[in-house]
Antibody, heavy 120, light 108 residues
Framework: QVQLVQSGAEVKKPGASVKVSCKTSGYTFTTYSLHWVRQAPGQGLEWIGMISPSGGSTNYAQRFQGRVTMTRDTSTSTVNMELSSLRSNDTAVYYC?????????????WGQGTLVTVSS | SYVLTQPPSVSVAPGKTATISCGGNNIGRKGVHWYHQKPGQAPVLVIYYDTDRPPGIPERFSGSNSGNTATLTISRVEAGDEADYYCQVWDSSSDHVVFGGGTKLTVL
């Protein structure tokens, strides 16, 4: 079955960077795009961007342009999301999500989430 | 950028029908997806492409989309349906994904 397993919680200081990984299994890694979504405490879902594992092309939300980098490692079926210049309002749970098998742009599969805390 | 507007909260008695709206400019021209999310858990897809249910989602969940409003309808509401609900679309003009602000469904 499809599984997305994310790396563990992180605590970072303002100005630092954080890298969250998402290891996939149960399907052909290069077939479906992978997305990153975050959720600040008590807030809604916010799309960060996406990566196409086949060629590595990326598409980032405007507000994260210049601060986010998404990469993939086809040898380990893993995608990574690095966010730099962290500030306190980047504190959130970060999810990776895969589009559904029918690929209508909906997310049928989600990682368990990674809590990133930014605090001095 | 494209904006999706949801009511912050909806309350419904058990056994009744809950409707959650998602407003957006000409949203009827887009495919709308719905998720529910319980505290401490990842979101779960309940409706995709306006009206389709993923495997395992009860028939009590249905969706519609026309004009400037998409709607998620939950019939015969149960206590276990209490959750936050989010709508989502792909905005082709910006090539970005957009989520609604979320609606907290309370079962009285």
């Amino acid at each position: 079955q499809v599984q997305l397993v994310q790396s563990g919680a992180e605590v970072k200081k303002p100005g630092a960077s954080v890298k969250v990984s998402c290891k996939t299994s149960g399907y052909t890694f290069t077939t479906y795009s992978l997305h990153w979504v975050r959720q600040a405490p008590g807030q809604g879902l916010e799309w960060i961007g996406m990566i196409s594992p086949s060629g590595g092309s990326t598409n980032y939300a405007q507000r994260f342009q210049g601060r986010v980098t998404m990469t993939r490692d086809t040898s380990t079926s893993t995608v990574n999301m690095e966010l730099s210049s962290l500030r306190s309002n980047d504190t959130a749970v970060y999810y990776c999500a895969r589009v559904s098998d029918h690929d209508d742009g909906d997310y049928g599969y989600w990682g368990q989430g990674t809590l990133v805390t930014v605090s001095s | 950028s494209y904006v999706l507007t949801q009511p912050p909260s909806v309350s419904v008695a058990p056994g009744k029908t809950a409707t959650i709206s998602c407003g957006g400019n000409n949203i009827g021209r887009k495919g709308v997806h719905w998720y529910h999310q319980k505290p401490g858990q990842a979101p779960v897809l309940v409706i995709y492409y306006d009206t389709d249910r993923p495997p395992g989602i009860p028939e009590r969940f249905s969706g519609s989309n026309s004009g400037n409003t998409a709607t998620l309808t939950i019939s015969r509401v149960e206590a276990g349906d209490e959750a936050d609900y989010y709508c989502q679309v792909w905005d082709s003009s910006s090539d970005h994904v957009v989520f609604g602000g979320g609606t907290k469904l309370t079962v009285l």
